[in-house]
Nanobody
């Protein structure tokens, strides 16, 4: 059974940091890229960041570039999203998704999401 489980969300003040984790199982982790999406109330889902370990590729949306860092621990089948200098605009439910090989922001397998709330 394919599973993606996000954790690490919570409530933080503006300027603070959180680290999200996405633990994957049930598929060959090395064959997939892992993307992070977020969706705020009343807004469209946004692709935030992605890592393709096999391709040595990372991507960041302009809105998070320089503040967020994505990394992968292939031994643990886990991808992390380190979020620094958080802003109230970062408040959203954050989802991780797995997609074959490259970052396409289509998402084949999805996690259940974790809430991030940044207070001003």
């Amino acid at each position: 059974e394919v599973q993606l489980v996000e954790s690490g969300g919570g409530l933080v003040q503006a300027g603070g940091s959180l680290r999200l984790s996405c633990a994957a199982s049930g598929f060959t982790f090395d064959d997939y890229a892992i993307a992070w999406f977020r969706q705020a109330p009343g807004k469209e889902r946004e692709g935030v960041s992605c890592i393709s370990s096999g391709e040595g590729f990372t991507y960041y949306a302009d809105s998070v570039k320089g503040r967020f860092t994505i990394s992968s621990d292939n031994a643990k089948n886990t991808v992390y999203l380190q979020m620094n200098s958080l802003e109230p605009e970062d408040t959203a439910v954050y989802y991780c998704a797995a997609e074959p090989l490259v970052c396409s922001f289509i998402g084949e397998y999805w996690g259940q999401g974790t809430q991030v709330t940044v207070s001003s």
